[in-house]
């Protein structure tokens, strides 16, 4: 079975667990946790994103950060992304593939990223939906200066069998509700 082909099979599994696990909540348990990973983040740009889907629910966490905040705003199939200033009071309309995106605002280069995921492994990679986004993105700002990627999921999308190719770049840490996970 070609790369392609099982990371589509390891999607359609881990999309229906995030199902499972968005319909049964938290209770906010991830977005506090999440908030204390960041806290010494304090000051730095963060980068977070607009859930939907399913995914987890980074905004508490977003809103209490200390610093600027922006969220991604995809410009065209194959660039890496930019970041929007958000804060929570911002005026938001439908961007590409019908997440989310302030109207206007400032551009932000993130030096800390909240990174969506459909799914994920102890080696801190990550399969998002197949258009290599965030993968492009780290692979340039890691070129330009140092980063803190940290995965955003519900414990349930953990695939101990996550396929992984060469352009695939690691997180530096994942936050479920149920722990933060540190790659080793």
């Known amino acids: 079975m070609s790369l392609d082909a099982q990371k589509a099979a390891a999607r359609k599994a881990a ?9 049964a909540g938290d209770g906010g348990a991830g977005a506090a946790r999440l908030a204390e990973v960041l806290r010494p983040h304090a000051g730095r740009p963060l980068s977070g994103y607009m859930p939907m889907r399913g995914e987890i629910d980074p905004l508490p966490a977003m809103a209490a950060h200390r610093g600027p905040v922006g969220v991604p705003v995809i410009e065209g199939r194959g660039l890496p992304l930019r970041f929007r200033e958000w804060r929570p009071d911002a005026e938001m309309v439908e961007g590409p593939f019908g997440a989310l995106v302030p109207a206007a605002g400032g551009w932000i280069e993130p030096e800390v990223l909240i990174v969506p995921l459909v799914a994920f492994d ?29 995965g955003f999921a519900w414990a349930a999308q953990e695939d101990p069998d996550l396929p992984v190719g060469p352009q695939d770049e690691r997180l530096d840490l994942i936050v479920t509700e149920a722990g933060v996970i540190r790659p080793g």
């Open 15 to 23: 999309l229906a667990r995030r199902r499972e696990a968005a319909a």
């Open 122 to 150: 102890r080696r801190g990679y990550r399969l998002g939906y197949g258009g290599g986004f965030y993968d492009r993105t780290l692979a340039r700002l890691r070129s330009r200066h140092p980063v803190v990627a940290i």
